[in-house]
Protein backbone atom coordinates (compact mmCIF):
# COMPACT_ATOMS: atom_id res chain seq x y z
CA UNK A 1 0.00 0.00 0.00
CA UNK A 2 0.86 3.44 -0.89
CA UNK A 3 0.58 6.27 1.81
CA UNK A 4 1.26 10.45 2.38
CA UNK A 5 1.84 11.31 5.79
CA UNK A 6 2.34 14.76 6.95
CA UNK A 7 3.88 15.54 10.65
CA UNK A 8 4.78 19.07 12.12
CA UNK A 9 1.96 20.89 13.25
CA UNK A 10 1.62 22.24 16.81
CA UNK A 11 0.39 25.24 18.65
CA UNK A 12 2.85 28.22 17.97
CA UNK A 13 2.33 31.92 18.47
CA UNK A 14 1.66 34.80 16.14
CA UNK A 15 5.68 35.45 14.53
CA UNK A 16 6.90 32.24 15.05
CA UNK A 17 8.17 29.25 12.70
CA UNK A 18 7.40 25.60 11.76
CA UNK A 19 8.43 23.32 9.74
CA UNK A 20 5.90 20.72 8.08
CA UNK A 21 6.64 17.63 6.37
CA UNK A 22 5.24 15.26 3.83
CA UNK A 23 6.84 11.54 3.41
CA UNK A 24 4.95 8.92 0.58
CA UNK A 25 5.50 5.26 1.40
CA UNK A 26 5.45 2.31 0.07
CA UNK A 27 6.08 1.12 -3.72
CA UNK A 28 5.21 3.38 -6.10
CA UNK A 29 7.44 4.47 -9.55
CA UNK A 30 7.91 8.16 -9.00
CA UNK A 31 6.29 10.90 -7.94
CA UNK A 32 5.32 14.16 -9.89
CA UNK A 33 3.84 17.41 -8.34
CA UNK A 34 2.93 17.85 -4.74
CA UNK A 35 1.65 20.60 -2.79
CA UNK A 36 0.28 21.74 0.42
CA UNK A 37 -3.26 22.79 0.96
CA UNK A 38 -4.99 23.76 4.30
CA UNK A 39 -8.65 24.12 5.69
CA UNK A 40 -9.81 26.05 7.55
CA UNK A 41 -12.52 25.50 10.31
CA UNK A 42 -16.38 26.78 8.21
CA UNK A 43 -14.13 27.20 5.26
CA UNK A 44 -13.23 25.30 2.12
CA UNK A 45 -9.99 23.97 1.65
CA UNK A 46 -7.52 26.03 -0.38
CA UNK A 47 -3.98 25.73 -2.29
CA UNK A 48 -0.72 26.97 0.02
CA UNK A 49 1.77 25.84 -2.52
CA UNK A 50 3.04 23.39 -5.06
CA UNK A 51 6.15 21.80 -6.42
CA UNK A 52 7.24 19.78 -9.28
CA UNK A 53 9.47 17.25 -9.49
CA UNK A 54 11.85 19.58 -10.90
CA UNK A 55 11.55 21.90 -8.04
CA UNK A 56 9.27 24.51 -9.89
CA UNK A 57 7.23 25.72 -7.24
CA UNK A 58 3.89 27.77 -7.26
CA UNK A 59 2.54 29.88 -4.00
CA UNK A 60 -0.80 31.44 -2.65
CA UNK A 61 -0.44 35.22 -2.39
CA UNK A 62 -1.56 34.91 1.32
CA UNK A 63 1.65 33.34 1.83
CA UNK A 64 4.13 34.74 -0.43
CA UNK A 65 7.46 35.90 0.91
CA UNK A 66 6.71 33.88 4.11
CA UNK A 67 6.46 30.11 3.16
CA UNK A 68 8.73 28.08 1.74
CA UNK A 69 8.04 24.55 -0.31
CA UNK A 70 10.84 21.87 -0.95
CA UNK A 71 10.96 18.56 -1.81
CA UNK A 72 13.71 15.61 -1.48
CA UNK A 73 13.21 13.48 -4.32
CA UNK A 74 16.25 10.85 -3.05
CA UNK A 75 13.21 10.33 -0.01
CA UNK A 76 9.97 10.81 -1.24
CA UNK A 77 9.69 13.87 1.29
CA UNK A 78 7.97 17.19 0.67
CA UNK A 79 8.37 19.97 3.47
CA UNK A 80 6.75 23.40 3.87
CA UNK A 81 8.72 26.23 6.03
CA UNK A 82 6.35 28.56 7.69
CA UNK A 83 7.98 31.46 8.94
CA UNK A 84 5.79 34.45 10.54
CA UNK A 85 3.35 32.93 11.12
CA UNK A 86 -0.43 34.77 11.43
CA UNK A 87 -3.75 34.07 13.10
CA UNK A 88 -5.11 33.60 9.90
CA UNK A 89 -2.81 30.36 8.86
CA UNK A 90 -4.33 28.23 11.02
CA UNK A 91 -6.15 25.16 10.01
CA UNK A 92 -5.25 21.71 9.07
CA UNK A 93 -2.71 21.24 6.58
CA UNK A 94 -2.80 18.57 3.91
CA UNK A 95 -0.15 16.95 1.81
CA UNK A 96 -1.46 15.91 -1.88
CA UNK A 97 0.74 14.03 -4.12
CA UNK A 98 0.15 13.07 -7.88
CA UNK A 99 2.00 9.66 -7.86
CA UNK A 100 3.19 7.20 -10.75
CA UNK A 101 2.54 3.41 -10.01
CA UNK A 102 4.94 0.54 -11.27
CA UNK A 103 2.54 0.22 -13.69
CA UNK A 104 2.91 3.47 -14.92
CA UNK A 105 -0.15 4.44 -13.79
CA UNK A 106 -0.90 7.94 -12.11
CA UNK A 107 -3.09 8.44 -8.99
CA UNK A 108 -3.56 11.52 -6.50
CA UNK A 109 -3.16 10.24 -2.51
CA UNK A 110 -3.87 12.98 0.34
CA UNK A 111 -2.74 12.78 3.31
CA UNK A 112 -4.62 12.83 6.93
CA UNK A 113 -3.51 15.94 7.59
CA UNK A 114 -1.66 17.86 10.80
CA UNK A 115 -3.21 20.02 12.28
CA UNK A 116 -1.49 23.91 12.70
CA UNK A 117 -3.16 26.83 15.48
CA UNK A 118 -1.71 29.87 15.43
CA UNK A 119 -2.58 31.87 18.28
CA UNK A 120 -1.28 34.05 21.63
Known amino acids: QVHVVESGGALVQPGESLRLSCAASGTIFSINDMGWYRQAPGKQRELVATITSGGSTNYAESVKGRFTIARDNAKNTMYLQMNSLKPEDTGVYYC??????????????WGQGTQVTVSS
Open 96 to 109: NARLVSTSLNEFDL
